[in-house]
């Protein structure tokens, strides 16, 4: 079976360097859900050179910080699973206390029925990603 | 309410440093189920400056690489949430093809019930991760 993540729709993209991008989460109850995914098709995290572990992970903190920055929410959450489809990529999703979910994780046991929420605007948040791994080199 | 992840029982503590530390995850179904937990209350990743990130995205990896060399999973899922307790802590949870909620999240719908896979030596496991994080320190 392909792999549906070594073919990003550039449509979805957004933004990338040569290494990593972002794509949206695509769920209707989280509007504040991304994904970072890896370039190659590569697994685990510690089958990354610790450079790569570290840029892919600036890249996430990046688009978690622009996520708090942009939409203030009660919690961030962050996974990397890959059970069903091992090509490393990250979830990066905002919570709310009162969202579907909430204080579960997104994946376990629905809580409540909750009307959808607006999401970010993309070129804000892809400009503000931008921002933030500047400040990010800078600093190290 | 006091947080349970401000004070750590020293009798759980695999590995530590100056500013984080392992711990059991504490679930039967999962026995190479671990936490990384950082010393200070602090709820987000990116509360942390870049280089605390990295330090402690660095014992995260070397738990999960540590958990590859001693246990053979199928895949390793990381974790931070912090919805319950907003208190900087990182699920490493190493997955069996045949564990209870494999390919879901653990937090997911069960899929089987499971006899309990035997738990890594912790010693072995704390002397991993060290090594580990000696090889990262010498390849940045």
């Avoid at 688009?63 to 919690?75: F, H, I, N, Q, Y």
């Amino acid at each position: 079976m392909e792999c549906p993540l070594c073919v990003i729709n550039r449509n979805e993209l957004i933004w990338q360097d040569e290494r990593c991008c972002v794509i949206p989460g695509n769920d209707p109850d989280y509007p504040g859900y991304f994904r970072v995914v890896w370039g190659e098709h590569v697994s685990e995290m510690s089958d990354l050179d610790a450079r790569a572990r570290r840029h892919f992970m600036d890249v996430v903190f990046a688009v978690e910080s622009s996520l708090r920055a942009l939409m203030v929410p009660d919690k961030i959450n962050l996974a990397s699973f890959g059970n069903k489809v091992p090509h490393l990529h990250w979830h990066v999703i905002a919570r709310f206390a009162d969202d579907r979910h909430f204080p579960e994780s997104i994946w376990g046991q629905e809580q409540r029925q909750v009307p959808t929420r607006k999401a970010p605007s993309y070129a804000a948040l892809a400009a503000r990603i931008s921002f933030d791994l500047a400040q990010i080199s800078v600093s190290c």
